[in-house]
Structures are given as C-alpha cells and as structure tokens.
C-alpha cells in the first residue's frame, strides 16, 4: 500500500511507456467505474481522476507503487461524452495496447453489475481470446444491486464466460464506494505477482 505515483499517460501507441515490470490493465465500458477502482485499490481520493461523465480518462494511464507492478487506466470504451472521432481512435489503442503489451500479466475487465456483459464488451473480450491474454471479469457498482441480483448477475456473467478460451473462471464482486472486494483484488494481484 502507499507510494503510488502516476508514470506517464498515452494517446498512441509510439508514446507508450517502455515495458518495465508487470502490468495489470483496467478495460471495461466508459463510466464503469475503472479510475475509482484504482483509487480505492491503492487507498487514494485522486491518484486517478474520476467523473460522473462518461469518457473522462483520455489516455492509457501508468501508474507504479513499490512493487515490480504497473496498473493502468484506459479511457472507456462504449458510449461517452465526446466525439466519435476520440472515441474510435481510443478504442483503437485499447485494443493495440491490449494485443501487443509483452509484460501485461491480466486484464480485469470491468462490468457494471446493474448491466452485466454488453455487445460493446464482446469486441475487447474477442480481441484478448485471440491474444490469449488472461482476463478477469469484475464487477463494479456492487452497492447499487440487490443481494439476489447481484447473485443472479454473477452466475450469468460466469455462464457468458464460460467457453471463453482466456476468461479466468472466478468473478471478482467490487464496490469502489464501500471497499467491497478490495482485500480479494489485492490477494489476487499478490498472486500474479508470485506468478
Ligand atoms: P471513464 O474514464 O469515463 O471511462 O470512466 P471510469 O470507468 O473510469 O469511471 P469512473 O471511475 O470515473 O466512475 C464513473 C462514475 O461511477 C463516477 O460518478 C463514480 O463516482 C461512480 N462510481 C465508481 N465506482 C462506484 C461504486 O463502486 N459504486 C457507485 N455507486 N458508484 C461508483
Ligand atoms: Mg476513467
């Protein structure tokens, strides 16, 4: 915990970072809460920046704490507040980044738990099968779904999954505003560290 720093942000591919270490990536549709997982992953108000509006982070963001372990924040994909010139050009570098990234270990690919998985989800999910990059669903907003909803929303998620060649099998239930699933995150992210 502590001592995390943001690193360097990127709009294309040419100005990513090099790769040092390992990378955990947050993916998930515009406004589902990925920046405020960050925040509450590593116990900060504003380590990333946070909006009720869809489309607010721009940049494939790196941040580096301690360890070997770099997180990063993507801009959404999906519908957002801006041009549909920005949005097709990040979800572009979504998947570049996502194909190509030799030192990304596990994407957590964030859903909305009131939502479930969209066909706007389908695309990013294809893109990491095909790359065989290991990806975990995590649903976010937990504290805005009933308990037997949130039961429901789990076992069909699990069942979408199912037959996918690169989907890691066990779910991740989170609510960045109540702390839920942070202790399963972080021993999780211990784990691909071990790895
Ligand atoms: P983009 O950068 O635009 O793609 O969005 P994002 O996925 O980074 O979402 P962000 O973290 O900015 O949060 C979007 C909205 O969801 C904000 O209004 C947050 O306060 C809200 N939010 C995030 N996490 C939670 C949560 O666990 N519970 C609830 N109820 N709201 C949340
Ligand atoms: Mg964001």
């Keep these: 915990a502590g001592a995390w720093d943001f690193r360097s942000a990127a709009n294309t591919l040419e100005a990513l970072p090099p790769p040092e270490g390992i990378e955990i990536a947050l993916a998930g549709r515009s406004n589902v809460g990925k920046s405020s997982l960050i925040n ?3 116990n900060r108000n504003a380590l990333a ?3 009720h509006t869809p489309g607010r982070t721009q940049e494939l963001i790196f941040f580096t704490g301690k360890t070997p372990l770099t997180l990063v924040d993507m801009p959404g994909y999906g519908y957002a507040a801006v041009s549909d010139k920005k949005v097709k050009a990040w979800t572009r570098l979504i998947h570049d ?3 190509g990234r030799v030192n990304l270990a596990r994407v957590f690919v964030l859903i909305d738990a009131r939502h479930g ?3 706007t989800d389908d695309a990013v999910l ?3 099968d095909q790359a065989a990059v290991v ?3 995590v649903l976010t907003k937990a504290d805005e779904v009933k308990a037997a909803e949130l039961e429901r929303r789990v076992a069909e ?3 979408k999954i199912s ?3 690169a989907a890691f099998p066990e779910l991740i239930v989170t609510s960045s505003r109540e702390g839920t699933g942070m202790d399963v995150l972080r021993s999780t992210i211990a784990q691909i560290l071990a790895e």
């Design 97 to 99: 980044y996502l194909r």
């Design 40 to 42: 509450a992953l590593t």
């Design 157 to 159: 998620t699990k069942e």
């Design 135 to 137: 990806y975990q669903i």
């Design 126 to 128: 294809k893109t990491l």
């Design 117 to 119: 998985l969209k066909t």
């Design 163 to 165: 037959r996918r060649p």
């Design 49 to 51: 920046r946070t909006s």
